[in-house]
């Protein structure tokens, strides 16, 4: 079992920055790919941002340039760094590990960005 807890989220301006953190309960970043995901209300969860073990990212065309996920292995803590945020970023935001060599998943409780002026 993996619990992740989220930090970081609160309220920002149009323009501003913003970094969240994921703890995971245990060493898991050399194995599992992890992921940031949202959820605006009335909207399904969309993927965001993933990091794999290997070291891989890959962003969603609306946050490409913008954001920026990292990890550090030492603290098991991914992080997502929050640049030139919009309104439309406005959501929860979700940590999830996956360990692609079995297909489970964990996610965290999530925490709230909101931008506006």
């Known amino acids: ?16 920055s913003l970094k969240l953190s994921c703890v995971a309960s245990r060493s898991i970043l050399n194995r599992y790919n992890m992921a940031w ?4 209300p009335g909207n399904q969860r969309e993927l965001v941002a993933v990091l ?11 946050v490409r340039g913008r ?7 030492v603290r098991n803590t ?3 760094h929050m640049n030139i945020v919009k309104p439309e970023d406005t959501a929860a935001y979700y940590c999830n590990a996956e360990d692609p060599y079995i297909g489970r998943e964990f996610w965290g409780q999530g925490t709230q960005v909101t931008v506006s002026a």
């Open 52 to 62: 794999t073990s290997d070291g891989r990212s890959n962003y969603a065309d609306s």
């Open 1 to 16: 079992q993996v619990q992740l807890v989220e930090s970081g989220g609160g309220l920002v301006q149009p323009g501003g």
């Open 78 to 80: 991914v992080y997502l």
């Open 37 to 40: 995901y949202r959820q605006a």
């Open 67 to 73: 954001f920026t996920m990292s990890g550090d292995k």
